[in-house]
């Protein structure tokens, strides 16, 4: 190596970077006390912005291009050197390569349970998780604010001040939205949008702008899910004791098919509790009845009026309710001998033996005596 060549590499003559990895930030240009040569080519990619810093002061910024380093083009550094002419001399500074592509599928999530008040069910908590994508909008701001002085930057480096602000703020903005617990799986792009318009200012702080936040999943304590499941059952289920009706039905079919004498012993015994059971969970029912809607116990409905059937002529008619009945009695076309039949009953009888019809007659005089 001649002596030309010696003083030609103390000189650094091209600058630039290119990125192999996926979550660099921000690389410092290694100079190793080597001088920036005057008329050095510089190569800025696309997706990259390079700071220069002169004695720990941002100096001046070059967007993608190629550039050759004169005091032409380093204007601020120029200044700060007191270049007030041209000057070809070697010259020092720190060079810095700033990533600005999006860094995407950057995961976030509750590490443990948010409180928070729900208009329906009251306080509860609730876990959350996502991504986002985010990428570097002011290099010198970055710089300044995240980067500092290091010689390397990556993503896992903010990755979670990033996530904490994410969820912390991102839960706040949930909470201010009033959303109903159950709305919002419905409404996730909504509730991004309001979760994004609520930390976006906070990332271009640091020189970042949020370029996406997704939610994936909201979701509650396993204990609150497997409550909801059994109210969401019950909704389905609908008439209580037509279904326990159709599982004794089921039971009773099933024991007829066994060949054990005893199946049909436990199966009447099975029909039998399941009745029971439901006798006494509609006598629970019928003392309050809670309304979701309105969030107070409310009265259920009154109970069906009873109905009879007439056999008038060898015919069924009705079914008619007992008012209609006493108009009838009043018209003549009722009377005590007249045949009757109600649900439950095993045939057809006088109307003067049910209890519910005695009092139609009361007040009626007896059929007059007949003529002398």
Same mark, same amino acid.
């Given at each position: 190596?001649?002596?030309?060549?010696?003083?030609?590499?103390?000189? @650094? &003559?091209?600058?630039?970077?290119?990125?192999?990895?996926?979550?660099?930030?921000?690389?410092?240009?290694?100079?190793?006390?080597?001088? @920036?040569?005057?008329?050095?080519?510089?190569?800025?990619?696309?997706?990259?912005? /390079?700071?220069?810093?002169?004695?720990? /002061?941002?100096?001046?910024?070059?967007?993608?291009?190629?550039?050759?380093?004169?005091?032409?083009?380093?204007?601020?550094?120029?200044?700060?050197?007191?270049? *007030?002419?041209?000057?070809?001399?070697?010259?020092?500074?720190?060079?810095?390569?700033?990533?600005?592509?999006?860094?995407?599928?950057?995961?976030?999530?509750?590490?443990?349970?948010?409180?928070?008040?729900?208009?329906?069910?009251?306080?509860?908590?609730?876990?959350?998780?996502?991504?986002?994508?985010?990428?570097?909008?002011?290099?010198? *701001?970055?710089? #300044?604010? $995240?980067?500092?002085?290091?010689?390397?930057?990556?993503?896992?480096?903010?990755?979670?001040?990033?996530?904490?602000?994410?969820?912390?703020?991102?839960?706040?903005? /949930?909470?201010?939205?009033?959303?109903?617990?159950?709305?919002?799986?419905?409404?996730?792009?909504?509730?991004? #949008? @309001? $979760?994004?318009? #609520? $930390?976006?200012?906070?990332?271009?702080?640091?020189? %970042?702008?949020?370029?996406?936040?997704?939610?994936?999943?909201?979701? %509650?304590?396993? !204990?609150? !899910?497997?409550?909801?499941?059994?109210?969401?059952?019950?909704? $389905?289920?609908?008439?209580?004791?037509?279904?326990?009706?159709?599982?004794?039905?089921?039971?009773?079919? &099933?024991?007829?098919?066994?060949?054990?004498?005893?199946?049909?012993?436990?199966?009447?015994?099975?029909?039998?509790?399941?009745?029971?059971?439901?006798?006494?969970?509609?006598?629970?029912?019928?003392?309050?009845?809670?309304?979701?809607?309105?969030?107070?116990?409310?009265?259920?409905?009154?109970?069906?009026?009873?109905?009879?059937?007439?056999?008038?002529?060898?015919?069924?008619?009705?079914?008619?309710?007992?008012?209609?009945?006493?108009?009838?009695?009043?018209?003549?076309?009722?009377?005590?001998?007249?045949?009757?039949?109600?649900?439950?009953? =095993?045939?057809?009888?006088?109307?003067?033996?049910?209890?519910?019809? =005695?009092? %139609?007659?009361? =007040?009626?005089?007896?059929?007059?005596?007949?003529?002398?």
């Amino acid at each position: 190596m001649g002596l030309f060549d010696k003083l030609k590499n103390e000189f @650094i &003559d091209i600058i630039e970077w290119t990125d192999n990895s996926t979550d660099t930030i921000m690389w410092k240009f290694p100079r190793y006390q080597n001088e @920036i040569k005057m008329n050095a080519k510089l190569t800025v990619r696309e997706s990259q912005v /390079v700071v220069f810093l002169n004695e720990g /002061v941002i100096a001046d910024v070059f967007q993608p291009g190629m550039y050759t380093l004169q005091t032409q083009n380093m204007p601020i550094l120029a200044t700060l050197k007191g270049w *007030k002419y041209g000057f070809d001399s070697p010259f020092k500074a720190d060079v810095f390569f700033i990533n600005t592509k999006q860094f995407t599928n950057q995961k976030w999530g509750t590490k443990n349970p948010i409180m928070l008040r729900d208009a329906e069910f009251g306080p509860v908590r609730l876990r959350a998780f996502g991504s986002y994508a985010f990428k570097v909008t002011d290099g010198g *701001k970055f710089l #300044k604010e $995240i980067g500092g002085t290091a010689q390397e930057f990556t993503v896992e480096e903010i990755n979670e001040q990033l996530r904490n602000l994410a969820v912390s703020r991102g839960m706040d903005a /949930v909470a201010e939205s009033k959303i109903a617990v159950l709305d919002l799986a419905s409404q996730y792009d909504e509730v991004s #949008k @309001i $979760i994004t318009d #609520k $930390i976006k200012p906070e990332f271009n702080e640091m020189g %970042l702008d949020l370029t996406k936040f997704l939610i994936e999943n909201i979701s %509650l304590p396993p !204990e609150v !899910e497997a409550a909801l499941d059994k109210r969401s059952s019950m909704g $389905i289920i609908g008439n209580m004791g037509a279904f326990t009706q159709f599982q004794a039905a089921n039971a009773m079919d &099933d024991a007829a098919k066994n060949p054990n004498g005893g199946g049909l012993m436990g199966a009447a015994m099975g029909a039998g509790m399941g009745y029971g059971m439901m006798n006494q969970m509609g006598n629970a029912f019928q003392q309050q009845t809670f309304n979701p809607n309105t969030g107070m116990n409310t009265p259920p409905p009154p109970p069906q009026a009873v109905q009879y059937f007439v056999a008038v002529n060898g015919a069924q008619t009705g079914p008619f309710t007992v008012q209609q009945l006493q108009a009838m009695a009043q018209s003549g076309q009722f009377n005590r001998q007249s045949l009757i039949w109600k649900q439950g009953m =095993a045939g057809w009888a006088a109307a003067e033996t049910e209890a519910g019809l =005695a009092s %139609l007659f009361g =007040a009626m005089p007896p059929p007059p005596p007949p003529m002398q």
